[in-house]
């Protein structure tokens, strides 16, 4: 049985969890206007200021679904109230950082603290709304989010201009404490039986997997693909990957139902999520690379040109949600995938003619269809699992989302090591995006076959 929050508390715990989502997708974003000044002044190669970037979203990858099977073992409060502690220490140490390796230290442990949060935060809002509203929680979750984001390059760009790149590190452990205080005042654990067991072995094997392939991606321009390393990286990458889908398929408890992807619209929403990721954080990072190093802009500048991308999420996801509620999932994620392919190649095109205006009208056009890309699609997976896997749902959903903004940075750099090009950088991921919308496309449209669960 499903126990909900009261009718005064839900909203809080709406808020305070649409505020921690905020901060997570903040510290993705606030990052990339600072990094030429952070590169400058701890004296980092282009390389390693991207794994400034990459580490945050790798362990946050790798660890996310890993944190939905835990609340299933140890309680979903006293892993939310441990995430939210290391995440907001390690942030505080990461704006003392004196060295790039400091600073890559304290970014892989937010890492770690986001990863307990981010798929947490999501079952603590599904559990605390009725279904008929989720949608419209999603929404409104998804917009408190992207207030964030939105603010991200503006309030990264203020910093590093005027304060310093330090406190863009440093803003984030107030937030993060009054999110503890509401969490702890208004929510309870529901009762169910909970799990015992826990499937070391598989989170072995997905780290590490992850870890060498994405290794492997981004050193392989740097290093030179035929080196050793990188082929040994990617090899074994490979391989622990296949090895961790075996050991999920034999597991009485297993770390990610693998049997979950036998619904194809499992499969295609996780897929969009990736798709989503992918595109966002393209666009976030080399854009800001491409604003200052080729239009010569100011971090603050910068900040404010990426503006048109994140500003008007705040008034359409709230209408995404309530959309999916009355027509369903499918639609709605099919429409924001195919707009979105087509605003990220608008701005290809404009970055290719040097024209900032067709750039800012293909930001202002993914900004119009991100909701659609994570509001209906992630609705769905919740849908298609009962309560009892939903920890597990939320932990697969937001594996795939961050695992397409690490590989997608890790793509995007190899493209941009290899041939200089920004222009290339986006076309690449727009191809990519036109093939998964093939996908959905056929996927979705077997999930609402008769005898299927209509998403």
């Known amino acids: 049985m499903e126990i909900k929050a009261q009718d005064h508390s839900r909203w809080w715990i709406l808020g305070a969890m649409g505020a921690i989502l905020g901060v997570i997708l903040l510290d993705e974003t606030v990052?990339?206007?600072?990094?030429?000044?952070?590169?400058?002044?701890?004296g980092l190669s282009l390389l390693e200021a991207h794994w400034v970037v990459n580490i945050y979203l790798l362990v946050l990858a790798c660890f996310a679904g890993a944190a939905g099977r835990l609340g299933d073992v140890l309680g979903i409060r006293v892993l939310l109230s441990a995430g939210l502690l290391i995440f907001g220490l390690s942030s505080a140490l990461g704006g003392f950082a004196e060295s790039g390796f400091e600073l890559l230290t304290a970014r892989a442990a937010q890492g770690i603290g986001a990863a307990l949060i981010f798929p947490l935060s999501l079952v603590v809002l599904i559990q605390s709304f009725d279904e008929k509203e989720r949608g419209l929680a999603l929404g409104l979750y998804g917009g408190i989010g992207t207030v964030f984001l939105s603010m991200g390059p503006?309030?990264?760009?203020?910093?590093?201009?005027?304060?310093?790149?330090?406190?863009?590190?440093?803003v984030t452990p107030p937030i993060v404490l009054v999110v503890a205080l509401v969490a702890r005042a208004f929510w309870r654990d529901p009762p169910h039986q909970r799990?015992?067991?826990?499937?070391?072995?598989?989170?072995?094997?997905?780290?590490?997997?992850?870890?060498?392939?994405?290794?492997?991606?981004m050193e392989g321009p740097d290093r030179g693909w035929a080196q050793p390393e990188v082929l040994m990286a990617l090899s074994a990458g490979l391989i622990f990957l296949v090895l961790f889908v075996r050991v999920e398929q034999r597991a009485t408890?297993?770390?990610?139902a693998i049997s979950l992807f036998a619904g194809p619209g499992f499969a295609a929403s996780n897929m969009i999520l990736f798709t989503a990721q992918f595109g966002k954080i393209t666009l976030f990072v080399f854009g800001a690379s491409y604003f200052q190093s080729k239009l010569g802009f100011s971090p603050l500048t910068a900040g404010v040109a990426l503006l048109p991308i994140a500003f008007p999420q705040i008034f359409i996801a709230p209408m995404a949600g309530k959309i999916a509620d009355k027509f369903?999932?499918?639609?709605?994620?099919?429409?924001?995938?195919?707009?979105?392919?087509?605003?990220?190649?608008?701005v290809a095109l404009g970055m290719h003619l040097d024209v900032a205006a067709l750039i800012y009208a293909g930001y202002f056009l993914w900004g119009c269809c991100v909701p659609f890309l994570f509001v209906p699609p992630r609705r769905a997976i919740m849908s298609m699992v009962p309560q009892a896997l939903h920890g597990q749902a939320s932990g697969i959903s937001m594996t795939f989302q961050l695992l397409g903004g690490t590989v997608g940075m890790a793509l995007g750099s190899s493209v941009f090591a290899i041939t200089g090009s920004f222009t290339l950088v986006f076309c690449f991921v727009a191809a990519f995006?036109?093939?998964?919308?093939?996908?959905?496309y056929v996927s979705l449209a077997l999930d609402n076959k008769p005898g299927r669960p209509a998403v």
Do not use: N
């Open 31 to 42: 990052v990339s206007v600072a990094l030429p000044t952070i590169r400058d002044e701890l």
């Open 154 to 170: 503006l309030v990264g760009g203020v910093l590093t201009e005027y304060l310093s790149w330090r406190w863009i590190f440093w």
């Open 195 to 217: 799990e015992r067991e826990f499937d070391l072995k598989g989170l072995i094997l997905l780290v590490t997997g992850l870890a060498a392939i994405v290794f492997g991606v």
């Open 253 to 256: 408890s297993p770390l990610i």
């Open 328 to 346: 369903g999932s499918r639609d709605p994620s099919l429409t924001g995938t195919a707009l979105g392919t087509i605003a990220i190649l608008i």
């Open 433 to 440: 995006a036109v093939c998964v919308l093939a996908f959905a």
